[in-house]
């Protein structure tokens, strides 16, 4: 079960632009983020706070891209955390 959250001020955590949608998962302490750019993905907050805070590698943010956009082709949004495809 999912609750909509305000997206207002929330920025994607790979590009920085404002998101379309910023949504809190129920039972875990994660978002999923819908980017124009970027696209869908969950992102936990811990994972978000250590992309942000840049302590991981350009290869492995461009992995995370590639991933995502893979996943969203297929009408999927990509989970970070667990790097699997979500319904």
Do not use: W
Not at 23 to 37: N, R
């Amino acid at each position: 079960m999912i609750n909509q959250k305000d997206s207002a001020g929330q920025r994607c955590v790979f590009c920085g632009r404002l998101v379309n949608s910023y949504t809190p998962v129920d039972g875990i302490s994660a978002h999923d983020v819908d980017c124009m750019v970027c696209g869908r993905y969950r992102v936990s907050e811990d994972r978000e706070s250590r992309i942000l805070k840049k302590q991981f590698s350009r290869r492995t943010r461009a992995a995370y891209l590639s991933a995502i956009r893979s996943s969203n082709a297929e009408g999927r949004r990509y989970s970070i955390d667990d790097g699997r495809s979500l319904t």
